[in-house]
């Protein structure tokens, strides 16, 4: 078993500039051996709580687990995975919806609905649905947002490509390929774990620095203030450890969780490649690091240097907004939790529990 000190830690969604984007499903393969849990209920029903139970019972049985938690929320737990075991529970109600592809085979749902008191949620149907509507409406002010952010970052990255020696960064990504990767024998390739290490939440932007340093004995740092360079060297170096067997986590940027990769985890190398900016700072000041600008032609950087400012401070601006929004919505998420609260059973919650905990 795999002894790991400090927690391993990501977000499996995030608001983002067109929707809410699920990583739930990079979980497992229900096509493979394995009990995936799958808990349906609403708000307030003690979902978090009984998966903190399973990932307290795993730590002391020693295996190693991953937690997956809400960037609505930072304090509440999505899920809880141990590979070792092919064990996993997660949150699979809106807006991260999971419906099992092998129902009773490898997913089993688990209905925490039972412990409603239906009568009393209807009785308070025009209140729960006002706060449900207003609810989506200050997501839907994040999504407008962030897509005003991801524009003004596209924006900057246009700029700086004007100035970034290309050949350059790519020559001294193969550098870092071939000094840190050594082709693993058999030609199997290994694979892509997608996975968020940090989040736009109702605290801020959020990263969960503990990660890299619980997998990874030595940390590459890539500066890289406006993001022109980064993403190029982690993608590259990702798609080189997949082709030569090793498995890696995939951190995407909340901004762009479709293409654009922050930084990889390589746990068999004990190796890490971290994007370092104003928003995520990187663990371990004695590793690495790379200076964009070691990239860039300095005299047309200063020619485009007052521009990149002005956009740097529009997007931030903008992703205080979406913290702004965030935080409204989860105290009207809160309200509503209240109601659903009430209207539980938490004994028939608890005896539900026990049954998943007698699984693992």
């Not at 708000?43 to 139970?53: I, Y």
């Not at 985890?265 to 790379?290: A, T």
Request: hydrophobic share 35%; glycine share 6%; with cysteine.
């Amino acid at each position: 078993m795999t002894t790991i000190i400090l927690p391993v830690s990501f977000f499996l969604g995030a608001n983002n500039k067109n929707k809410y984007c699920s990583l739930f499903g990079e979980i497992y393969n229900p096509y493979e051996k394995g009990c995936n849990i799958i808990l349906k209920g609403g708000p307030g029903t003690g979902k978090s709580t009984l998966m903190k139970k399973v990932a307290k019972k795993l730590d002391e049985k020693g295996y190693f687990i991953e937690r997956g938690f809400c960037s609505a929320d930072p304090s509440s737990l999505d899920a809880v995975t141990a590979p070792e075991i092919a064990f996993s529970i997660f949150d699979g109600t809106s807006p991260h919806v999971i419906e099992p592809t092998l129902p009773g085979v490898t997913e089993h749902i688990v209905d925490l609905g039972k412990a409603w008191d239906r009568k009393l949620l209807k009785e308070h149907i025009n209140e729960i649905g006002e706060l449900t509507k207003a609810n989506k409406l200050q997501h839907k002010k994040v999504a407008d947002f962030m897509r005003a952010a991801a524009h003004i970052e596209t924006q900057g990255v246009l700029i700086c490509s004007e100035f970034i020696d290309k050949e350059k960064v790519l020559r001294y990504a193969k550098r870092l390929c071939a000094r840190y990767l050594v082709a693993k024998k058999g030609g199997q390739k290994g694979k892509l774990k997608k996975r968020f290490l940090s989040g736009i939440t109702p605290e801020g932007v959020k990263v969960f620095h503990e990660t890299p340093v619980a997998l990874s004995e030595k940390i590459i740092t890539i500066e890289d203030e406006y993001n022109a360079v980064s993403p190029f060297i982690v993608e590259y170096f990702c798609s080189e450890a997949i082709e030569k067997g090793y498995d890696v986590y995939a951190c995407y940027c909340p901004l762009f969780p479709e293409y654009k990769l922050e930084h990889i985890i390589i746990p068999e190398l004990k190796l890490c490649v971290f994007s370092e900016n104003s928003y995520h700072y990187s663990i371990d000041d004695e590793g690495k690091r790379v200076h964009a600008s070691r990239f860039f032609d300095m005299a047309l950087y200063n020619k485009n240097k007052e521009k990149l400012k002005f956009l740097k401070k529009a997007k931030k601006e903008l992703i205080d907004e979406c913290v702004k929004k965030l935080i409204l919505a989860k105290d009207i998420h809160d309200k509503l939790e209240e109601y659903y609260i009430n209207a539980t059973d938490f004994g028939v919650i608890d005896e539900i529990g026990e049954r998943i905990l007698s699984r693992v």
